[in-house]
């Protein structure tokens, strides 16, 4: 189920990236043309594409555990200290998502009752819209990192030479 949620975000980014570029594009092309923008062009792709662009594939990545590693200190450690510290940073990030899903929550619920907009050129434009993509991402990373984590404690522990050859692996 989370595996289909999150490659569903995150197609829905890249759909959202093919509209913004084309977007950009007829913005671009309207400004030498017609002498004009498009409207709301930089309103759109604050508010709405590059929140979708940001958020919405994080799920995928932390499923298919592609976020970025700094190992340099936990290369030199043996691998059973690897795979503490690696269960440690899924139970952690997976507070920290929780954490910030709910305060992002919390101002998306604001945002909406206000009906907060942004001053464009020709008038207001409702961006309230923009802050749900992120409690929404945010959870399901939080979920996610939590599964990993349990699911990292239940798997028996990988052999010296096993893991190892993974890191060596993973590094190329």
Partial sequence: MYERLSASLYWIAGVV??????????????????????????????????????FLPLPLVTLMNRHLEADVVASMMSPRVNRMLTICANFIMAVFCAMLAWFMLLQAIDKTADGATAMIARGFMAVWPGYWPLPIALSLMSIQSLVIGFVRIARPAPTDESQNDAHKDRSK
């Fill in 17 to 54: 990236l093919v509209v913004m570029v084309l977007h950009i594009f007829a913005n671009a092309i309207s400004r030498w043309v017609l002498g004009s923008e498009l409207p709301g062009t930089l309103e759109i792709t604050r508010y709405f594409y590059m929140v979708a662009l940001i």
